[in-house]
C-alpha cells in the first residue's frame, strides 16, 4: 500500500521534463532531470520516505472562531524546533510532518479538509482543537476512514453525544481530552456559594450547542442550582448576536438578581455589561464563559472587567510541565508573551498539550500502521502542561478528563490578572486568592 | 410596556445609523453595498488604531475619521465602483461582496481575531434616570439624537442644495443629467464619500457600544438592510422610520421570549414586503 503513491509521484516529476520541446540542452537538462529523479524514487520507498510520519493539524485560523488559533504560529514553531531533526524511535531517527489546514471557522470545510489530509496527504495522525464545530467534523471523518485522530478544546458531552456516541463502546479511531459540563456546574456552583448573595441568578443561555446544554433542564446547571438552593431566572434561549439587552436587564433587576452567569461572545457580554451599567444593575457575581475567556477581549472591557469569574482549563498558575520542553505552564506563558507580544491566552496550554500527546503516541507507536498508533493513543498516560491525559479512565470510552477551576480577573499591580479562585473539581490546582464580589464606584 | 417601547426607539436609533450609508448608496446609485457591514467594523478599527496609536481623546478621533472616510468613499468609488456600474446589478454586488472578504481577512492579518473596542471611560455606563424604575443610556441617547440629526441633515441636503440636486438628477435619468453638464460620475463618488461618513459614524459608535472584531460585519448587514427596506428605498425618513419599527419590533418580541425578539423583526420584514414590496415610504421605483 505504502509503496505505490511514491512511484506515482515521481512519475509525475519526471513527466514535464521529458515532454518539452527539445533542444540539445533542455534534452540533456531533461534526461538528467529524469534520472535524478528516478534515482531517487528507488531510494526513496526504503529509506525516506516510509519513515516519515504525518501528523494533520486542523484549526479555525480565519472565521468567528480565529481568536481560538492565535497561538497557533508560536505553537507550530514550537513543535518545529522538537521536530526538525526528526523524531528518535527504537534508535532509528524518523521525519516528522505536521501539515497544518484551516477550517475556516466552518463545520463542512473542517469535514472537506479532513478527507483532503487522509486521501492526498495521507496523513497518519490527525489532530484538531478548538470547539465541537471543528473538533466533530474532524473526529467524524476520522472515523470514517480508519485513521486515528485526537482532539481538544471542546466540552466531551458536545463531543461524544454530538456524534452519536456510544456510553458502552465508544468510538473506534478518535479520542478526546477536555473537561465536561459536569466540571464547569460543579465548579461554578461552589464558586457562587463562597459569598453571601440573595441566591438569584440571572442566565444569559443563547439557543445554541453551549447554551442549549448549560440550560437543559435534565443535564445542565438548571436541577444542580435548584439542589444547592439557588433560584434560577432563565428567559428562555436567544438568537445571537443581539443588540439589545434590556429586557433581560429589567427582569434580573427585578428578580433581585446577585449573580449572572451564562456563554455568550464578546460582544454581546460588551452590550450586557455596557447596558447594566446604563441601567444601574449592579450583580455581585458575573459568570459568563466565552466572553471572558480571552484576555485580548477582557482588555476591551476596560476597568469593567475587574471582578468577572470564568471558567479556566489552562493558566499560567497551573501547577503542570510540558512533556515536550519541560517549561512549566509559566514558563510557556512568558515565552509565548515575549514572542508574539500578546497576552497568554488558554488555547496555548491546549494546543501544546495536543502536540504533547500527538508526539508521544507516535514515539511509542514506532510505526505508520493506523492501528498501532490507535492502540498507542488509547495506552496513552502522559504529564501534560493541562494536567494528566488518560484516555482509560474517563467518564465514557474515547474521552479522557483534563482538570477545570475557576478564576477571577483581579487587580494585580497595574495590570488585571487571572487568578484561581475555586477548585473544588481539581484539587491538585492550587487556589491563589479569595473570590471578591464585584466593585462598583458611585 | 413604556420602558420597552423605549428601549425599541433607542435601538432604532441605532440600526437607523447603520442604515442610512446604505440607503444613501442605493437612492443614488442603485447599487447595494454588501460589504456594509465590514466596512462598519473597519471604521471601528480604524478608530480603535487611532486612539491607540495617537492617543486622543474619542471626540477627536471620530472628527479625524470623517474626512479619512469621504476621501477613501470617494476613490473607492471612483475606482472601483463605477466600474461595475450598469443596467445589470450583479457586478457590483460581487465587487462589494469580495471586498466584504477582503476586510475580513486584511482585519484578521492586521489586528488578529480579538475583540477591541474604544475606551470611552464612563459614558459607555453612564444612565439618566426618567423615572425610578426607568433608567436610559447617554450612549444609546447620543446614538439616537444623531441617527435623527443625520435623517435630517441628509433629507435637507437632497431637498435644498445642489449638491442634493445633482444627486437626485443623476438617481433619476443619468443620461439626461450627463446632457446638462454633470459628471455622473463624480457625483457617484460624492455620495459615496458621504456614505462612508454614515458608516465611518456607525463603526465609531459600535466601537464604543460593544467590542468589534473582524468577523462581526455581516450581522450587522442583516438590520442595515431591513430597515432599509421596510422604511422604502431611497427616502430617508423612511430608512428612519423603518429602523423604529425594527427596533420597536424586536424589543417587544424581546419582551414576551428572549427567543423572539429577532424573529419579530425578520416577520415584520416578511409581512411589510408581501403587503408593500416598496416598504413604507417609497421615494423610488424599482
Not at chain 1, 498508533?373 to 474521552?399: C, H, M
Not at chain 2, 465587487?95 to 464612563?122: C, E, H, K, Y
Request: charged share 15%; glycine share 10%.
Amino acid at each position: 500500500m505504502s509503496g505505490s503513491p511514491f512511484k506515482d509521484d515521481n512519475k509525475n516529476k519526471a513527466g514535464p521534463n521529458i515532454m518539452k520541446p527539445l533542444s540539445r540542452r533542455s534534452f540533456m537538462k531533461g534526461v538528467f532531470a529524469a534520472s535524478a529523479a528516478s534515482a531517487v524514487s528507488l531510494k526513496a520507498p526504503f529509506v525516506h520516505a516510509s519513515d516519515t510520519l504525518r501528523i494533520g493539524f486542523i484549526s479555525p485560523q480565519t472565521g468567528p472562531l480565529a481568536v481560538f488559533a492565535e497561538p497557533d504560529d508560536f505553537t507550530m514553531m514550537q513543535i518545529f524546533q522538537k521536530i526538525k531533526n526528526g523524531v528518535e524511535i527504537d534508535g532509528r531517527r524518523h521525519d516528522v510532518e505536521v501539515i497544518y489546514k484551516d477550517s475556516q471557522s466552518n463545520p463542512s470545510r473542517a469535514a472537506t479538509v479532513t478527507a483532503e489530509l487522509i486521501l492526498k496527504d495521507g496523513v497518519d495522525l490527525v489532530v484538531a482543537s478548538s470547539t465541537p464545530a471543528t473538533c466533530n467534523p474532524v473526529a467524524d471523518q476520522c472515523e470514517l476512514y480508519g485513521v486515528p485522530c485526537i482532539t481538544n478544546d471542546a466540552p466531551w458531552q458536545p463531543y461524544f453525544f454530538g456524534r452519536n456516541g456510544d456510553p458502552k463502546t465508544g468510538f473506534d479511531w478518535t479520542f478526546h481530552f477536555f473537561w465536561g459540563l459536569e466540571d464547569v456546574v460543579g465548579s461554578f456552583s461552589n464558586l457562587w456559594q463562597q459569598i453571601p448573595t440573595s441566591k438569584a441568578i440571572g442566565t444569559l443561555w443563547p439557543n445554541d450547542e453551549d447554551g442549549n446544554a448549560w440550560g437543559n433542564s435534565d443535564r445542565g446547571f438548571p436541577p444542580v442550582l435548584k439542589q444547592k438552593g439557588f433560584e434560577v431566572i432563565d428567559r428562555g434561549r436567544f438568537q445571537t448576536p443581539i443588540n439589545d439587552f434590556s429586557s433581560f436587564i429589567s427582569e434580573f433587576r427585578r428578580n433581585d438578581v446577585d449573580i449572572v452567569t451564562g456563554v455568550i461572545a464578546p460582544p454581546d457580554f460588551a452590550n450586557f455589561w455596557n447596558q447594566a451599567g446604563q441601567m444601574g444593575f449592579q450583580p455581585k457575581v458575573v459568570t459568563v464563559a466565552k466572553a471572558t475567556e480571552f484576555p485580548q477581549a477582557v482588555r476591551a472591557f476596560g476597568e469593567r472587567a475587574e471582578g468577572l469569574t470564568v471558567e479556566l482549563m489552562w493558566s499560567p498558575s497551573h501547577p503542570f510541565k510540558s512533556s515536550l520542553t519541560g517549561q512549566t505552564a509559566r514558563e510557556l506563558a512568558n515565552d509565548y508573551m515575549a514572542t508574539t507580544s500578546r497576552p497568554w491566552t488558554m488555547p496555548l496550554g491546549l494546543k501544546h498539550a495536543l502536540f504533547e500527546v500527538a508526539i508521544d503516541v507516535l514515539q511509542r507507536a514506532g510505526s505508520k500502521d493506523p492501528e498501532v498508533i490507535r492502540d498507542a493513543i488509547k495506552a496513552t498516560k502522559l504529564d501534560t502542561i493541562v494536567g494528566p491525559v488518560d484516555f482509560q479512565n474517563g467518564p465514557v470510552p474515547s474521552v479522557g478528563k483534563t482538570p477545570l477551576v475557576s478564576g477571577q480577573w483581579q487587580k494585580r499591580g497595574k495590570d488585571l490578572d487571572l487568578v484561581i479562585v475555586e477548585n473544588s473539581q481539581a484539587p491538585m490546582i492550587p487556589v491563589e486568592a479569595e473570590l471578591l464580589p464585584i466593585q462598583y464606584k458611585s | 410596556m413604556l420602558e420597552t417601547i423605549i428601549q425599541g426607539i433607542l435601538l432604532g436609533g441605532l440600526y437607523c445609523i447603520f442604515a442610512l450609508g446604505l440607503s444613501l448608496m442605493f437612492g443614488v446609485m442603485r447599487l447595494t453595498n454588501i460589504a456594509l457591514g465590514d466596512q462598519i467594523i473597519i471604521s471601528g478599527f480604524i478608530a480603535i488604531g487611532m486612539a491607540t496609536v495617537l492617543g486622543f481623546n474619542v471626540l477627536w478621533i471620530g472628527l479625524l475619521l470623517l474626512p479619512i472616510a469621504y476621501i477613501s468613499g470617494f476613490c473607492f468609488q471612483g475606482w472601483v465602483l463605477n466600474r461595475t456600474l450598469s443596467k445589470d446589478p450583479l457586478p457590483s454586488l460581487v465587487v462589494t461582496f469580495g471586498l466584504s472578504i477582503v476586510i475580513q481577512n486584511t482585519l484578521q492579518m492586521v489586528f488578529g481575531a480579538n475583540p477591541r473596542s474604544l475606551d470611552v471611560g464612563s459614558l459607555s455606563t453612564a444612565g439618566v434616570e426618567l423615572s425610578p424604575s426607568l433608567t436610559v443610556g447617554v450612549l444609546p441617547l447620543i446614538i439616537f439624537v444623531s441617527a435623527i440629526v443625520c435623517t435630517f441633515g441628509l433629507q435637507w441636503l437632497f431637498a435644498h442644495t445642489a449638491i442634493g440636486r445633482s444627486f437626485r438628477a443623476v438617481s433619476d435619468d443619468r443620461e439626461v443629467a450627463e446632457l446638462m453638464g454633470l459628471s455622473a460620475k463624480r457625483v457617484f463618488a460624492t455620495a459615496t464619500g458621504l456614505a462612508f461618513c454614515l458608516i465611518a459614524l456607525a463603526g465609531w459608535f459600535q466601537g464604543m457600544r460593544t467590542t468589534v472584531s473582524p468577523s462581526d460585519g455581516p450581522s450587522l448587514l442583516l438590520f442595515a438592510f431591513e430597515a432599509v427596506i421596510i422604511g422604502g428605498m431611497g427616502s430617508f425618513w423612511g430608512t428612519f422610520l423603518g429602523a423604529m419599527v425594527l427596533g420597536v419590533t424586536q424589543q417587544v418580541g424581546f419582551h414576551y421570549d428572549p427567543g423572539w425578539g429577532i424573529w419579530f423583526g425578520h416577520l415584520v420584514f416578511i409581512v411589510v414586503l408581501f403587503i408593500k414590496p416598496n416598504g413604507l415610504f417609497p421615494k423610488t421605483k424599482g
